[in-house]
């Protein structure tokens, strides 16, 4: 059964830093181009961050110089580093392939917030 499972979501002071998890089974995550996404309330899901097999990353503007994408093909999970997050980042991050062809997650919420 192809699985994600995203983790590690909470409540983070703006500025503060939080790491997200993506945790994949059923198939090897390093045969897929595969990124985070996310989605806040009333808006569209867009794409946060994208990894290749070979790794080489690509990131929304928004967040590009303060989030960093990165696997872990040992343990078969990616991860987002998000520093220095803002109120905007707020949104409920979600992993898939760059086209989101694997079934979507639960998602994982995060709530930037003083």
């Known amino acids: 059964q192809l699985q994600l499972v995203e983790s590690g979501g909470g409540l983070v002071q703006p500025g503060g830093s939080l790491r997200l998890s993506c945790a994949a089974s059923?198939?090897?995550?390093?045969?897929?181009?595969i990124g985070w996404f996310r989605q806040a309330p009333g808006k569209q899901r867009e794409l946060v961050a994208l990894i290749t097999r070979g790794g080489t990353t690509n990131y929304a503007d928004s967040v590009k110089g303060r989030f960093t994408i990165s696997r872990d093909n040992a343990k078969n999970t990616m991860y987002l580093q998000m520093n220095s997050p803002q109120p905007e980042d707020t949104a409920v991050y979600y992993c898939?392939?760059?086209?989101?062809?694997?079934?979507w997650g639960q998602g994982t919420q995060v709530t930037v917030s003083s």
């Open positions: 898939n392939t760059r086209y989101s062809t694997l079934p």
């Open positions: 059923g198939f090897t995550l390093d045969y897929y181009v």
